[in-house]
């Protein structure tokens, strides 16, 4: 294996080395922290690095082990988290200028569980300024500056998890954390060509991150495979009595060993025909393959539209308000302006203007919407579709009048609090990778990571890395 | 892609499209009612490309303007003025085909987002064969 080959190994394969005491987390933080230190700035990866953690947990793991003490496969495995999570006497931005010098006195539960499991945690990965809340015009509104797509550094990573999707193709940690109120797990992973996990809302405790939108805030993990992306789930996913938003005890954990997949029912694939209005053809040709592949390793692969309604503009209203009201005060004193993108200094005011009436209409919308995808899932266990109708955009993309499609995956999917997860399934003909995404039933995230390790197995996509030098 | 329609929307944009509202219209002080923006010819304030809206619906879109100009105009650029302006009116018809899809009266809005994990094990009608492929109406 040459000495590259180590910073792409999954999480599964990093953590047989680091049981079996064939590789010290020590010195796999320490290259990882290296080659961040080197490589980060170059993509905009980070918000900044946070070395003196990094050691702390990966010596403590390593003694851990060393004594004969292995918590799982997250132990001393280096990751990194977006700067919206916070962590005890770290700078935690939100990648906005406004909020440049927070620093919080407690970690979110997420870096808690993550450490409990004995994760090693690089640094703050960069983000889109507010997660997007107040909308942005460019790649750039980010307190980091532009992403750049470590597959074609002109190209964007997405949003708003950019910092995520960059350091994890990017080979600068094992793997990350993003969120996602909409698209900014799915986008970035499919543009970067990583796997990742949209929970269903309320299985991972938001206490401690940024709250955008309270009712569609999600936290997931971005890494090498779906399986990586199970196991990782299953460190962070649970009831926390600090967030009012997750799910019951009962129907909040997760856990999942790879033999868990033998016992796993044959899965039923609703392939989308409405998802997207058109495919770009660079993107349409490895989908179609993917098609080819679904039909071939599931148990039934049919047809099937989305049903019909303004969720999108249900979603858009949900968004707008419940952004406005958490950033009210960002709004009301005029430091909103000092976001770095043009949108995002105005659409907050914009935003504030929703009125209640909308706002219910939206949230009896929503009730409609989940019954009519529960009933859907009647007779599907996921659906699929591209995970985004066209590859990774240009750096200097005006993203209001350049990339302007409909979007009601996106939009039901994120008001309903399905589990998604986007898969790479090839690249165009610019080398650039190409996403398939799977989307379950409320719950039913098991379901969604089976679908990609099942599309894994029998493809070899997610082992493919960029050549950095 | 470059399809964009009235009704396209952008993920990215979620944002951006959120603009506007009805109520804000009951809450506008009466007197922004007839400031000069509502005497001023209608169609010489729309920005070009705008969305064509029913003239209660721009009335309503520069109600909101005026709601936002009143509060906060003095931190505005023109040219920020003009952004403002355009992401309302391009919000009007997103709001209108939020309120024209039907609820019942006694349809619960989510105040608090449940997913439906506890449902019922029950046949749904709708879902014993998959829907045949059909474009939706607002993409």
């Known amino acids: 294996m040459s000495g590259e080959e180590i910073f792409y190994l999954s999480v599964s394969e990093l953590a047989k080395r680091i049981e079996s005491k064939k590789l010290s987390p020590v010195d796999l933080t320490q290259t990882y922290l290296d080659r961040s230190q080197k490589l980060g700035p170059r993509f905009n990866a980070y918000a900044h690095l946070t070395p003196e953690i990094a050691l702390e947990q990966a010596k403590a793991a390593e003694k851990e082990i060393q004594r004969g003490h292995y918590r799982g496969p997250l132990h001393g495995i280096p990751y990194a988290a977006k700067d919206l999570l916070a962590v005890k006497g770290v700078p935690t931005t939100w990648g906005a200028k406004p909020y440049a010098d927070q620093v919080f006195d407690y970690n979110a539960t997420v870096i808690d569980h993550l450490s409990r499991v004995g994760a090693v945690m690089l640094g703050k990965a960069s983000m889109i300024e507010l997660a997007g809340g107040m909308g942005y015009r460019f790649a750039s509104a980010s307190l980091q500056g532009e992403a750049k797509n470590p597959w074609d550094t002109t190209c964007w990573t997405c949003g708003s998890s950019s910092g995520s999707g960059a350091i994890v193709a990017a080979g600068l940690a094992a793997f990350a954390i993003g969120t996602e109120t909409w698209g900014s797990i799915i986008c970035p992973s499919a543009y970067c060509g990583v796997s990742g996990l949209r929970p269903t809302y309320g299985r991972v405790s938001r206490y401690g991150a940024m709250s955008l939108a309270p009712s569609m805030d999600k936290i997931g993990p971005m890494a090498r495979s779906a399986e990586d992306c199970a196991r990782i789930f299953a460190a962070i996913a649970g009831h926390d009595p600090k967030d009012r938003g997750t799910v019951p005890i009962d129907k909040g954990a997760f856990t999942y060993s790879p033999s868990m997949e033998l016992h796993s029912r044959p899965l039923k694939i609703g392939w989308l025909t409405n998802a997207w209005k058109s495919l770009e053809p660079s993107v349409a040709k490895p989908i179609e393959a993917a098609t080819r592949l679904l039909k071939k390793y599931f148990s039934s692969v049919k047809d099937v539209a989305l049903p019909v309604g303004p969720w999108e503009d249900a979603g858009g209203t949900i968004v707008a308000v419940e952004c406005a009201a958490s950033f009210r005060s960002l709004i009301r004193s005029g430091r909103v302006n000092e976001l770095t993108d043009p949108l995002g200094q105005i659409a907050g005011y914009v935003n504030e203007q929703y009125s209640a009436t909308d706002y219910l209409q939206a949230l009896k919308v929503r009730e409609i919407a989940q019954k009519k995808m529960d009933s859907l899932f009647e007779a599907f266990d996921v659906i699929a579709t591209a995970a985004q109708p066209v590859p990774a955009t240009p750096l200097s993309l005006n993203l209001e009048t350049g990339l302007v499609f409909p979007d009601p995956l996106g939009g039901i999917g994120n008001i309903c609090g399905l589990p998604a997860m986007s898969v790479p399934c090839g690249f165009t003909e610019k080398n650039l990778p190409v996403g398939l995404q799977f989307v379950g039933r409320a719950g039913d995230d098991f379901a969604v990571i089976q679908a990609g390790r099942t599309f894994q197995s029998h493809t070899d996509w997610h082992k493919r890395h960029p050549k950095i030098h | ?139």
């Open chain 2, 1 to 139: 892609m470059g399809n964009k329609s009235d009704s396209a929307i952008s993920r990215r944009e979620f944002a951006r499209r959120a603009a506007f509202v009805s109520a804000a219209a009951s809450l506008a002080p009466s007197n922004l009612l007839n400031t000069e923006s509502l005497t001023t010819p209608l169609q010489a304030q729309q920005p070009a490309n705008a969305p064509k809206l029913s003239p209660e619906g721009q009335t309503e879109v520069e109600a909101r303007i005026q709601s936002i100009f009143a509060q906060y105009g003095s931190r505005f650029s023109d040219a920020q003025k003009a952004d403002i302006r355009r992401l309302a009116t391009e919000a009007q018809p997103s709001l209108e085909r939020l309120r024209a899809f039907t609820t019942d009266n006694g349809a619960g809005p989510g105040l608090y987002l449940k997913p439906l994990m506890e449902r019922e094990k029950k046949p749904s009608p709708t879902a014993a064969t998959p829907k045949p492929a059909s474009a939706p109406k607002n993409s």
